[in-house]
Nanobody, 127 residues
Framework: QVQLVESGGGLVQAGGSLRLSCAAS????????MGWFRQAPGKEREFVAA????????YYADSVKGRFTISRDNARTTVYLQMKSLTPEDTAVYYC????????????????????WGQGTQVTVSS
């Protein structure tokens, strides 16, 4: 069982920045594929950013590329999402996800690729 706890959400003005954190339990965290997803009101949950299995590669949704940065601290078993130049369209609940079981090929942007999810943290960007 892996637990994920997000923090760092809040209210920010357009153009501002926030850094989200996701603290994970698990003894082999460095191997986990970790992802950030978000869900806006009335919309489906969508991919934002991710680390590959083993943590060697990063991926971003086109909508956040150049503005958001995913990073991880394996010693702290924490993954971060640094968000800059925020717009009201970034308003959503942001979820951290972990893939802890290696099962061959998978698509990092698919929800079903991940085994565990956090409870989410609200990000609201005002215009």
């Amino acid at each position: 069982q892996v637990q994920l706890v997000e923090s760092g959400g809040g209210l920010v003005q357009a153009g501002g920045s926030l850094r989200l954190s996701c603290a994970a339990s698990g003894r082999t965290f460095s191997a986990y594929a970790m992802g950030w997803f978000r869900q806006a009101p009335g919309k489906e949950r969508e991919f934002v950013a991710a680390y590959s299995w083993g943590g060697s590669r990063t991926y971003y949704a086109d909508s956040v590329k150049g503005r958001f940065t995913i990073s991880r601290d394996n010693a702290r078993t924490t993954v971060y999402l640094q968000m800059k130049s925020l717009t009201p369209e970034d308003t959503a609940v942001y979820y951290c996800a972990a893939k802890v079981h290696f099962s061959g090929s998978y698509y990092y942007a698919e929800l079903r690729a991940y085994d565990y999810w956090g409870q989410g943290t609200q990000v609201t960007v005002s215009s």
